[in-house]
DNA sequence: ATTACTAAAAGACGAGTAA
DNA sequence: TTTACTCGTCTTTTAGTAA
């Protein structure tokens, strides 16, 4: 809470644009907190990347780093969420997939997980979706919003990145959007997964338009 | 953070404007937290006023309590400080005041935060604007805002409540809007403080126009 | 002036578990 | 199924103080 607070008023300081000088002291004296502790506040805001800094003539030289300002950023969706709802409708063409998310789902620790968060065990595949242009729009703000994580793992050597999924509906029929944190596709593809094969429940060919309902 | 992540999720389930049925073992689920932490956190949200709850068929009915509003409504307003930050100008005439400025800054406790936090020391009385109809909602965007804070204290058994205060210019002259917790005024009133006699200063008398520029 | 270490105390965390 | 207590372990806090 502090840590953010104090992000807040680097950020409303500039922070996100140049450098700004600041010391310790100052800032605890406007927060109405010691010194000590914004001190010890900063550096655990250094480790954790979210800002950089430099020793200046009087304190130092502080910015807000790309990853801290992607957390402000997170936050101010989640709120804009909260004050102002809107269901995101999504709307592409069903197109043939790289053939890889029936290896990644058959693997039993992505099943269990998603067994455990979204409460189905997927059909071993996804369904891949090519976005009309104005709903790329909408996949960079589901992005960005906070959805249903699902931890990556390791096994064999071998990383597998965590998962981001938001409940939705395809065609009426319950489903789910998985976004991968590191994904082999670009923004234009959307990957959703099911209990069901959708191609054979929906009766989708490649080229078939479907909409996707999240929230 | 959790209780952040906590008020947020419930935010946006809606418990900003009806009672939502929540579990603590679901939402531990959502989240990826242990229903035991949960559970504490929302027991610490009710102790806090944030939250209100009552035993529902499964779980609890919850909602957000006006406070819990204002704290999500200050953080979004915080955040568009940060991202879309925009200086404020407030137009009024001067009036007589009730005179306790006087009284109150006069008080050592204050003057001595006020000193320390301001870095002046501030003349003892307060000058009264009436605002424009158009300035009235600028002051209750510097309601919502951070500013600098000098906490309250007792003394005989008195109260002396908490102000916020905003750095400003009142016709190019540095000052501090103070906004008390608990004001005597109205909220179309703004009281300005300076190391100065601003009516002296300023040469202002009843029914001047003056233009205070804060940020 | 600065910043940040130490240390003691307070508070948060969450597995275990009762009700 | 629920919720929430206990309690050992970390983490956070901040006065004192050195550099």
Redesign the pocket.
């Known amino acids: 809470?502090?840590?953010l607070k104090i992000l807040l008023v680097l950020g409303k300081k500039g922070a996100l644009e140049k450098k700004i000088s600041?010391?310790?002291?100052?800032l605890g004296k406007e927060l109405n907190?010691?010194?000590?502790?914004v001190?010890?506040?900063?550096?655990?805001l250094l480790k954790g990347g979210l800002i950089t800094r430099v020793k200046g003539i009087?304190?130092?030289l502080v910015s807000i780093t790309p990853k801290g300002k992607s957390l402000l950023h997170d936050l101010d969706i989640a709120l804009d969420d909260v004050f102002k709802p809107k269901a995101t409708e999504i709307r592409g063409i069903v197109i043939e997939g790289l053939k890889d998310g029936r290896y990644y789902l058959g693997l039993n620790e992505y099943k269990q997980k998603i067994k455990k968060r979204l409460g189905f065990v997927p059909y071993p595949g996804t369904l891949n979706v090519k976005l009309n242009p104005e709903s790329i729009e909408e996949k960079e703000r589901l992005q960005r919003k906070l959805g249903i994580e699902i931890e990556g793992f390791k096994k064999d050597d071998r990383i597998f990145g965590p998962i981001k999924c938001f409940e939705c509906r395809i065609n009426r029929l319950k489903g789910s959007v998985i976004i991968p944190k590191r994904s082999h596709y670009g923004s234009d593809i959307l990957e959703i997964i099911s209990p069901f094969e959708l191609r054979k429940k929906l009766n989708l060919k490649n080229g078939d338009e479907v909409v996707i309902n999240v929230e």
Chains 1, 2 share one sequence.
């Open positions: 809470m502090k840590e600041i010391s310790t002291s100052n907190l010691p010194q000590q502790t001190s010890r506040i900063m550096i655990k009087k304190g130092y």
